[in-house]
């Protein structure tokens, strides 16, 4: 037997962030950055209570990039930069907490999108108008998708989420709000908040 004294011991620290000090993008798994990535402001950081990595030099982050596990790529972040850090705790996140500043609901009926919009009394009914037809949005295999042009707007997604690469110079003002996944591709032109989500882009 060996001494109680003397026995190796194995754990985990976590640090405690208040939600106002969190960085931009904090995930619990593992997070990989691709292309030219910016991300600014003064919660512009990036952390990952898994591995974390940068694939090219391009790219610019205000804060820190770091990680709980390793961290593979150059050094582009202002701040520290490196793996080996305490985890985050990062806050729970429930979708439908948000559901109420969203302007349209997307989800599939029948393996077909649906379109809602809120009434006087704000109950979510279907929408079959132009303009509930016209926000470039189509699903097809369990993914909700936009193109290049999506309607600005903010959106409660019952899925997962496909934005493609949008093009001009013109930015999109477009929040998604899913249960599922969010994937951005990215494109020439930015997306930034909608009005009516308050400074929130994606949850």
């Known amino acids: 037997l060996i001494p109680s004294s003397n026995r190796s011991r194995s754990h985990t620290t976590t640090t405690n962030v208040p939600s106002l000090a969190n960085p931009a ?46 961290y593979t790529g150059p050094a582009i972040a202002a701040g520290a930069t490196g793996g080996g850090r305490p985890t985050i705790n990062v806050p729970e996140v429930r979708a439908s907490d948000y559901q109420g500043i969203a302007d349209y609901k997307l989800k599939a009926v029948a393996g077909s999108l649906v379109v809602q919009t809120k009434d006087g009394a704000g109950v979510w009914t279907d929408c079959t108008t132009s303009e509930c037809n016209s926000t470039g949005w189509s699903y097809s295999g369990g993914t909700f998708s936009t193109g290049m042009n999506p309607t600005g707007a903010t959106y409660y997604v019952e899925g997962d989420v496909s934005i493609g690469n949008t093009s001009g110079s013109t930015n999109r003002e477009v929040s998604v709000i899913s249960t599922g996944s969010i994937n951005v591709q990215g494109g020439s032109s930015e997306l930034t908040p909608a009005l009516s989500a308050n400074g929130i882009q994606f949850v």
């Open 25 to 70: 993008i904090l995930v619990n798994g593992d997070f990989e950055m691709n292309g030219d990535i910016t991300v600014m402001g003064t919660s512009g950081s990036i952390h990952s209570n898994g591995n974390l990595s940068k694939t090219g030099d391009a790219g610019t982050i205000s804060g820190s990039a770091t990680s709980s596990g390793t």
